[in-house]
C-alpha cells in the first residue's frame, strides 16, 4: 500500500480533465504547491467533490502514483460560503488565490503565506471592511512575504521619517519626499499620511492585526492603487482574476485632492 501523506491546504486552481476528474493546485504550509488529482471529483455524488472546489480549505489524504499526488480522502474545513454567494468577493478571492500561485513554489514551506491567504479569506467572508481596503493589504503583506518588502521607513533620499507629499516610486520600492523626487514625480503615485501610515502598518504589523485600520475617501484610494501597483511592477504580469473583478467592481474614483486624509 502507498505511504499517505496528510496535510491541510486551500486551493488555488481547479483544471477540469478527462471525463470525472479534476487537477488542483493547492497551497499547504509544509509542502507548498502541489499538484493534485482529485480523480471522480466532478461526479455527482463524489466524496471529495466539496474539497475540490476552488479556495476550498480541507484536510487531504494523499498517496503518490507515478509522480503525481493522487487525492483519497478529503476532509473540508472551510468553504467560505458568503464569498461564494457574492459574485464581486468571490472574484477577488479569486485574484488572492492567483496572487498566491505567482510567488509559491513546489516543495518550499508557506507557511506564513497559507496563514496570511487563510486570514485574508476569513476577513472577506466574516468582517466588515472595505473590499479595497483587504484586497490592497493583501497585496502588500504577501509581496512582503515572497522578498518585495518595499522601504518605507523614510525618504529614501533625503531621509525624512514624515516625507513631506510622500511618493511611492513602485519600480524601486521606495517611498520619497515630493521635492525630492524632481523631475521623476510624474511617474510615481502619490500618497498621503494616512496612506503611508496604513502602508508601513500593513508591513510590519503582526499578522492578525494587519487590517485593523480604517480608511475612507482619497486616502483610501491612493491606499489601494499603490499597493495594486507596486504587485503588479515588482511582478512584472497582470492578473486576469484582477481585470475580472475589476470589471465587475470599479475602484473608488479619487474625490478630490483637497480631500481629508485618515491616519492610522
Known amino acids: 500500500m502507498a505511504e499517505r501523506l496528510v496535510t491541510k491546504g486551500v486551493v488555488l486552481r481547479e483544471t477540469q480533465t478527462k ?17 493534485v488529482v482529485a480523480r471522480g471529483a466532478r461526479r455527482k455524488n ?15 489524504v494523499l498517496y503518490e502514483q507515478r509522480g503525481w499526488q493522487i487525492l483519497d480522502e478529503a476532509s473540508t474545513l472551510e ?3 458568503h464569498v461564494r454567494q457574492d459574485v464581486v468577493l468571490l472574484s477577488l478571492a479569486s485574484y488572492f488565490a492567483e496572487m498566491t500561485e505567482a510567488v509559491t513554489s513546489e ?8 496563514a496570511l491567504l487563510l486570514n ?17 493589504a493583501f497585496e502588500l503583506r504577501l509581496l512582503s512575504l515572497a522578498g518585495y518588502e518595499p ?3 523614510d525618504c529614501a533620499v533625503c531621509g525624512r521619517t514624515a516625507p513631506e507629499k510622500p511618493m511611492l516610486d513602485a519600480e524601486q520600492g521606495v517611498v520619497l519626499c515630493r521635492s525630492c523626487a524632481g523631475s521623476a514625480a510624474r511617474g ?3 500618497l498621503d499620511p494616512g496612506s503611508l501610515a496604513a502602508m508601513r502598518h500593513v508591513v510590519g504589523v503582526e499578522r492578525k492585526r494587519m487590517l485593523s485600520f480604517a480608511l475612507r475617501g482619497e486616502t483610501l484610494t491612493r491606499f489601494a492603487r ?5 504587485a503588479r511592477v515588482q511582478l512584472d504580469r497582470d492578473f486576469r482574476t484582477l481585470d475580472f473583478y475589476k470589471s465587475l467592481c470599479m475602484q473608488p474614483a479619487i474625490s478630490g485632492e483637497n480631500a481629508k486624509s485618515d491616519k492610522i
Open 120 to 136: 485574508t479569506l476569513y476577513a472577506l467572508d466574516t468582517m466588515d471592511k472595505p473590499p479595497e481596503q483587504v484586497k490592497a
Open 188 to 190: 510615481l503615485l502619490p
Open 226 to 230: 499603490a499597493c495594486e501597483t507596486f
Open 79 to 81: 468553504l467560505w460560503g
Open 107 to 114: 516543495g518550499e514551506r508557506a507557511d506564513e503565506v497559507l
Open 46 to 60: 463524489s466524496k471529495i467533490a466539496a474539497a475540490s472546489e476552488l479556495l476550498a480549505y480541507s484536510e487531504l
Open 151 to 153: 522601504l518605507l521607513a
Open 19 to 35: 471525463e470525472a476528474d479534476k487537477i488542483l493546485t493547492v497551497l499547504t504550509a509544509e509542502h507548498g504547491r502541489l499538484a
